[in-house]
Nanobody, 119 residues
Framework: QVQLVESGGGSVQAGGSLRLSCAAS????????MGWYRQAPGKQREWVAVATSGGRTDYADSVKGRFTISRDNAKNTAYLQMNSLKPEDTAVYLC?????????????WGQGTQVTVSS
């Protein structure tokens, strides 16, 4: 039905930038929201950013002004541009996509991509 593949993670020095991508594949569904969460070892999963189909975006306070979420609806892809990265941004970043199939709403999760920020 729906598969999500994240890419773009890696290691970067503090102050650097990374761009994450989340590509949704499949057919017979419509994407509503696309978003990003992150989870570091020993910590709870944290919501990072969301983008609705109408273009509305929102961010966690911890990343406002540094991260930008965007989406390419034609490619069913969401992006997370991360600038001015800090060591505390280190985490596995997970893409989430909300879809509608017929009248059924579903939430899908990617496997995650590691982001490591060193000082």
């Amino acid at each position: 039905q729906v598969q999500l593949v994240e890419s773009g993670g890696g290691s970067v020095q503090a102050g650097g930038s990374l761009r994450l991508s989340c590509a949704a594949s499949g057919s017979g569904f419509s994407i509503n929201s696309m978003g990003w969460y992150r989870q570091a070892p020993g910590k709870q999963r944290e919501w990072v950013a969301v983008a609705t189909s109408g273009g509305r975006t929102d961010y966690a306070d911890s990343v406002k002004g540094r991260f930008t979420i965007s989406r390419d609806n034609a490619k069913n892809t969401a992006y997370l541009q991360m600038n001015s990265l800090k060591p505390e941004d280190t985490a596995v970043y997970l893409c989430t996509v909300g879809t509608s199939v017929l009248n059924i709403m579903q939430t899908h999760w990617g496997q995650g991509t590691q982001v490591t920020v060193s000082s």
